[in-house]
């Protein structure tokens, strides 16, 4: 089972966030890669040159993306990244939906050997190192949400306080209160 931190995020949190991810060697792809992707480093400088779907972090200090070309569907063309053989941490960014309310974003990994997934072997330690580095920071520098499985950052829940709706993204979710 992969090891997942449900988040909320506002703009400014996620600068913060590539901030504190400069010091590790972690390269942004998006989730489906077009052919001739051009990677570039996870820093502050480049927040805005991220994809406005989800993405992934590869740690590529660590090992390379495992990547399948897509053969058949609307992706046709495109490439995939195998998130079990590959040193990745799948981030789904936080946005907001049509009623002006800050959806709920994610950030998982899968670390461990699990059967559904056909992982052998568990990811290795440095990565599981650099996975729990990042959960770390954002147990201290984010709020903890009610319910508890959810963190707001510091700026999201500024944007709370002045009236900002904080909505768990799943189907029929419900909303999220930060702890002071």
């Known amino acids: 089972m992969a090891s997942v931190q449900k988040l909320f995020m506002a703009p400014d949190d996620e600068v913060a966030l590539f901030r504190f991810l400069e010091r590790f060697v972690i390269e942004v792809y998006p989730r489906r890669v077009p052919p001739g992707w051009e990677t570039f480093r996870a820093s ?28 058949r569907g609307p992706d046709k063309g495109f490439w995939r990244i195998d998130e079990v053989r590959s040193p990745v941490i799948f981030l789904e960014r936080s946005r907001k939906n049509e009623e002006g309310e800050l959806l709920s974003g994610m950030l998982w990994a899968e670390l461990d050997v699990t059967p559904q997934t056909g992982r052998k072997d568990a990811a290795p330690d440095r990565f599981r190192g650099l996975f729990r580095e990042i959960e770390e920071y954002l147990r201290k520098t984010y709020r903890k949400g009610d319910p508890k499985e959810f963190l707001v950052g510091p700026k999201a829940a500024r944007l709370y306080k002045e009236g900002l709706v904080l909505r768990d993204s799943a189907h029929r979710g419900g909303t999220v209160v930060p702890f002071k």
């Open 44 to 71: 502050e400088e480049n927040v805005s040159r991220l994809p406005e779907e989800d993405l992934y972090l590869v740690a590529s200090e660590i090992g390379a993306a495992q990547v399948d070309k897509v053969k």
